[in-house]
């Protein structure tokens, strides 16, 4: 079974759909081709939930939407975190609902599906419908990005967006853009995902964002996608399925775009996303920064005649590779979306906690840890030594501390602001990528590379190559530097606030249930309730082991036991595995903390 065992912009909406046994099994409550979906629901005689017509018992039925798949503190139906749109309408149903809501509205993209109505079989299919494929004998080269008829073009090898555990050298995600004057649309892909993103402009300069999902022929076997079927050109061509979605479907789901790309919430201007916006671009190939070598790493596994993500090979790898940030940077500038002042500190709405990267990437070379940050420390983020610093850079621990108190007021020493020149004001940010240059494990990078390698060859079949996304750097610390998961010496507190912000705090969309829960606690209703849902989605992490010794039981609608999941893996574990995966120590302690919240 295909999981995600390693999982969370820069630029645009980047969300995450994937392919997986239990839909293959029709065992997350999803409706197999050819069935059809009972119409009647009735209440139970309880109150507690809905049956469909011939059902006898609440816990016999598949769940409509996810918080359905709780049935209790501690019994849920299976669904896996990658049915991450379970719920939501598809194909022609779902693509009519957002064409009716864009009515009268014109940009590329609802030309190509909701006036021309496209329906690509294939990726370069997608990209042609909104002028953004490569054309015939592309020229290569980063002079030629953008020019003799290519499309602008990026190649990211590390992410810090909603599908970042997807995303390194040997697994890239490409970003795909207009170049010219109108710079109006811009697209990602990354392989491991039935999906591409899209962020188009308006005739009022506005941007939109969508995903397009599609689905294989594996979607519909008995042992769902392979990673071969996921991970390889397969991915990109033989589409049977095609839907669109739009932010809005998403507001209520783990893949919510609108936390990144509307930080402050209902009814304030939606924003472009990237971090790394300056020279030298840490985490994207170039053939002059630091980025070549990610760019090496992926030639060493793919080679230069394989067509990725749309592009060809010979434009992505080598030391010569065309991927150009700078012209994305461009994009986005020229699009307003910046700070002209280039400060984290300084910030203002358009690029909140962006990524400096010339000064942690000096920093980090150095080694420097000259002091330590107090991350539960004053809003003016005071410097002292009783806190152990979690990266080389005291920049880098800065745009973590800012992350984690949703503020921009942590006054960074290589930045210097003049004191009392910045206002002391929440910016819902998103946290910082990875200080370092590669989020691989070198010895899991020569795997997977040779193994790819012997894909390329003919000796490792599509059925037998293994999941290549399960590269990262293996310790804990680095994973939570990478931004998967939390440092093992993180107070339970501070645990919470890392993995919880980002989508619970009072700015967000109130009237979706995900508000429910909210990181300061004084702002929900029903307390000890919601402390009590949110313990028992918590709990959902802990690994199979301890699932069983606290007695959490995952069943399917039939009522049968569940094949078991691996950690973290339904849909309702709080955190979502692909923000922030917790340890199970890291879980009792978390718990511990909640339950002390609740009042007498």
Not at 339 to 364: C, E, H, M, W, Y
Not at 506 to 532: G, H, P, W, Y
């Amino acid at each position: 079974m295909l999981r995600l065992t390693r999982y969370v912009l820069g630029s645009a909406v980047f969300l995450m759909v994937s392919c997986n046994q239990y839909k293959g099994k029709n065992l997350g409550g999803g409706t197999p081709t050819g069935a059809t979906t009972p119409t009647d629901v009735q209440q139970t005689s309880d109150g507690t939930g809905t049956v469909a017509p011939g059902e006898k018992e609440p816990g016999t039925m598949e769940a409509k939407t996810p918080t359905e798949a709780q049935k209790d503190l501690k019994n849920f139906l299976a669904l896996t975190d990658e049915e991450a749109l379970h719920g939501l309408k598809e194909g022609e149903e779902q693509i009519k609902i957002v064409c009716d809501r864009n009515a009268g509205k014109t940009n590329k993209f609802l030309t190509a599906f909701c006036v021309n109505k496209v329906r690509p079989k294939s990726l370069i299919e997608f990209q042609t419908a909104l002028g953004l494929a490569f054309p015939a004998n592309a020229p290569a080269g980063r002079g030629n990005n953008g020019a003799g008829g290519n499309p602008g073009y990026a190649v990211q090898g590390h992410s810090s967006s909603l599908v970042g555990k997807f995303v390194s050298a040997i697994n890239p995600r490409v970003i795909i853009f207009d170049p010219t004057g109108t710079r109006d649309i811009v697209i990602g892909f990354v392989r491991g995902e039935q999906l591409s993103e899209i962020a188009v402009k308006n005739t009022d300069n506005t941007f939109d964002f969508f995903i397009v999902a599609f689905k294989q022929a594996c979607n519909a076997a008995p042992e769902g996608c392979t990673p071969g079927e996921l991970l390889t050109p397969a991915v990109e061509k033989d589409w049977t399925a095609f839907t669109i979605y739009q932010d809005e479907d998403l507001k209520n789901s783990i893949v919510d775009c609108r936390q990144c790309h509307q930080p402050d919430g209902p009814g304030t201007p939606k924003i472009l996303r990237m971090q790394e916006l300056v020279n030298p671009w840490t985490h994207w190939f170039r053939d002059n920064t630091d980025g070549q070598g990610l760019a090496t790493d992926y030639t060493a596994a793919h080679g230069t005649a394989e067509v990725y993500g749309g592009i060809p090979g010979n434009l992505i790898g080598t030391a010569a590779t065309g991927s150009d940030p700078a012209k994305l940077e461009q994009f986005v500038r020229q699009n307003g979306f910046v700070d002209p002042t280039l400060k984290t500190t300084n910030n203002n709405p358009s690029q909140p906690n962006q990524f400096d990267t010339a000064g942690i990437r000096t920093q980090v070379a150095a080694a420097q840890r000259p002091a330590a940050v107090a991350f539960l420390g004053g809003a003016a983020c005071p410097i002292d030594g009783s806190v152990a610093s979690p990266s080389k850079s005291q920049t880098w621990d800065g745009l973590l501390y800012n992350f984690m108190n949703r503020t921009n007021a942590c006054l960074l020493a290589s930045q210097a602001v003049t004191a009392g020149s910045v206002p002391v004001a929440k910016k819902n940010v998103i946290p910082p990528p990875y200080h370092d240059l590669r989020v691989t494990d070198p010895a899991m990078l020569a795997k997977f590379t040779k193994q790819y390698q012997d894909f390329n060859a003919g000796t490792v079949t599509v059925k037998t190559l293994e999941d290549h996304r399960n590269a990262f750097v293996a310790s804990q610390k680095e994973m939570a530097e990478a931004g998967f998961a939390v440092d093992p010496a993180m107070a339970p507190a501070d645990i919470v606030k890392l993995a919880c912000t980002q989508c619970h705090h009072a700015d967000l969309d109130q009237t979706v249930s995900r508000s429910k829960f909210n990181i300061d606690f004084a702002k929900m209703t029903n307390l000890n309730a919601e402390l009590d849902v949110a313990i028992a989605r918590v709990k959902l992490g802990y690994s199979p082991e301890r699932l069983k010794a606290e007695g959490i039981k995952i069943t399917l609608a039939s009522g049968a036991a569940a094949p078991e999941m691996e950690k973290g893996e339904h849909l309702l574990t709080m955190p979502p595995r692909r923000f922030r995966q917790l340890t199970d120590v890291q879980i009792d302690a978390v718990v511990k903390y909640l339950e002390s919240q609740k009042k007498p």
